[in-house]
């Protein structure tokens, strides 16, 4: 009875052991170090609540660099995005936030490269015939600038960072195509933009690639959220005019932030 009365006493031991490795969860490790780059599509313009702090640049406490950050508690976070960012402007004024102990660094760029906003306005203002044209005219310069442009920012993110994990994040496509709109653009049009906005995020995946950068692709957790869908997370025409075809607090939330999580 003593062996027996051991024994069992010993199981239960052990199986409160197992027990505590089954449903304990250990600490998890510190976040690392996260710098946030990037162009208006990161720094949330178009969700609101924007920092005064960061005056022009917009950044909101809705954008998906501040939530996956509030969420994961990095050892350190610099949100240097600003609406209006281009390659250059990226490399001169946004990189000094880098350096050898950051680790994870998230990246949107190249739409105003080719000179976004005025294709816009053109589609916005004037007739399909010169709408498309400048769309097309957009789609040269992602295909025969920008790769040059998106390579040396690439090259310096990585000189800057040599350890960091880099995400670089694409744009929506604009428009739910038949949708619910019925003014406005004409359907040829649209399918026009978001042609545009499929070459843009084909060009900037495959130099993330190249740089050895994870592309994060934003245009299929938006498909029907578009402009037009009836449940759209863009704004279309809107005041403040600056937040027209920005992702909603709704495609920050919704849109980019799960679609970042889940590649880191």
């Known amino acids: 009875m003593r062996i027996r009365r051991l024994l069992s006493a010993t199981f239960t031991l052990l199986l409160a052991a197992v027990l505590s490795f089954a449903f304990v969860s250990p600490a998890s490790a510190a976040a690392p170090s996260y710098v946030a780059l990037g162009d208006s599509y990161s720094s949330g313009v178009g969700a609101g609540s ?3 702090a960061s005056g022009d ?3 909101s406490a809705y954008a998906y660099p501040r939530l996956w950050a509030n969420a994961n508690s990095p050892a350190s976070f610099s949100f240097v995005a600003c609406s209006g960012a281009t390659t250059a ?3 001169s004024s946004q990189l000094g ?3 050898s102990t950051t680790g994870l660094v998230s990246i949107s760029v190249g739409g105003n490269d080719v000179g976004f906003a005025d294709v816009m306005t053109d589609c916005v203002l004037w007739s399909t015939s010169t709408c498309v044209s400048a769309v ?3 789609i040269n310069e992602v ?8 390579d040396r920012l690439y090259s310096q993110i990585r000189s800057r960072s ?5 995400f670089v994040l694409g744009y929506p496509r604009f428009y739910q195509l038949n949708g619910t709109c019925v003014v406005g653009m004409t359907e040829t049009e649209r399918a026009a933009i978001n042609n545009g906005a499929d070459v843009l995020n084909s060009v900037i995946a495959q130099r993330a690639a190249a740089a050895g950068f994870t592309f994060v692709d934003i245009a299929g957790p938006f498909t029907g959220h578009g402009i037009c869908s009836g449940s759209s997370w863009l704004h279309s ?3 403040p005019v600056y937040e027209s075809y920005h992702p909603t607090r709704a495609g920050q939330t919704s849109g980019y932030l799960p679609a970042f999580s889940a590649a880191v």
């Open 50 to 52: 924007y920092d005064s």
């Open 57 to 59: 640049c917009r950044r």
């Open 89 to 91: 402007s990226v490399t």
């Open 97 to 99: 936030a880098l350096s």
């Open 136 to 138: 097309n005219a957009a």
């Open 143 to 150: 295909r025969t600038i920008l790769p040059g442009n998106l």
């Open 162 to 166: 040599p350890n960091a994990q880099v």
């Open 237 to 239: 025409v809107t005041l």
